[in-house]
């Protein structure tokens, strides 16, 4: 640059501090920045480790599962009995509806006895 094109901004004091304090305040931001950016690509990478583990960990599962399939005899389960036992399993699974159901009434309940106090 020229000595011709140089321009001269006149601070003042306190000017001058706060533009310190901002610019310091600004590194600060960025290099916490860069540290949680570091963080992530650490955690992404253990994520990735993590994911080619299991994937690893459910293909021997998936061949585990077939020898075992393959070596243990077939069962022929006719219509009937296997209707018996779906119907049994059935009844054993919760329904959500009666559970659901149930905390309305609660809920109506407890809205009542706010009435009653209020």
Do not use: C
Not at 5 to 32: C, F, G, T, W
Not at 33 to 46: G, V
Not at 98 to 114: F, G, H, P, T, V
Request: glycine share 2%.
């Amino acid at each position: 640059m020229n000595k011709n094109n140089l321009i001269h901004v006149k601070l003042e004091y306190d000017e001058a501090i706060e533009a310190k304090r901002n610019l310091l305040s600004s590194e600060i931001e960025i290099l916490k920045l860069a540290k949680n950016i570091k963080r992530y690509h650490r955690l992404r990478s253990e994520e990735l480790k993590s994911r080619a583990r299991f994937l690893r960990q459910m293909k021997e599962l998936k061949i585990s599962v077939g020898g075992l399939q393959q070596a243990l005899p077939k069962i022929n389960i006719s219509p009937a009995v296997r209707n018996e036992k779906e119907q049994e399993i059935s009844k054993k699974i919760p329904k959500k509806e009666k559970e659901d159901y149930s905390l309305e009434a609660q809920l109506r309940e407890i809205q009542e006895r706010l009435r009653e106090i209020g």
